[in-house]
């Protein structure tokens, strides 16, 4: 199981710092991802880090701002947000997926359709 934490209400411009942590498992194997859903939209995908920390994706809208990082010791994963913005307003959920692939990008990897486990997310909401 995963849970998320460190969500929360800030000014444009600040930072916050999400943790996603398991519970009952050891993530070390798993490829992980941030993925966020604003009201009535779709759930797009943030984040994306390597079982090695050698390898990320971000998207467009936040690449820059964000940095995903891993400590595989604390079976935590993280995500730095930098430069808030009002659009960055939604719920963000880390997700895993077991690594069992032998030749894939980030890019492909990264896809809410290719994660086996969920959070149940952590509100982020940036006042302008």
């Known amino acids: 199981q995963l849970v998320e934490s460190g969500g929360g209400l800030v000014q444009t411009g600040g930072s916050l710092r999400l943790s996603c942590g398991a519970t009952d498992t050891a993530i070390d194997s798993y490829i992980i991802g941030w993925f966020r859903q604003a009201p009535g939209k779709e759930r797009e995908r943030v984040s994306c880090?390597?079982?090695?920390?050698?390898?990320?994706y971000y998207s467009g809208s936040v690449k820059g701002r964000f940095t995903i990082s891993r400590d595989n010791a604390k079976n935590t994963v993280y995500l730095q947000m930098n430069g808030l913005k009002p659009d960055d307003t939604a719920r963000y959920y880390c997700?895993?997926?077991?690594?069992?692939?032998?030749?894939?990008?980030?890019?492909?990897?990264?896809?809410?359709?290719?994660?086996?486990?969920w959070g149940k997310g952590t509100l982020v909401t940036v006042s302008s």
């Open positions: 880090i390597s079982t090695n920390d050698a390898t990320t």
């Open positions: 997700a895993a997926v077991r690594n069992t692939y032998v030749i894939a990008t980030m890019d492909f990897i990264c896809d809410r359709h290719n994660m086996d486990v």
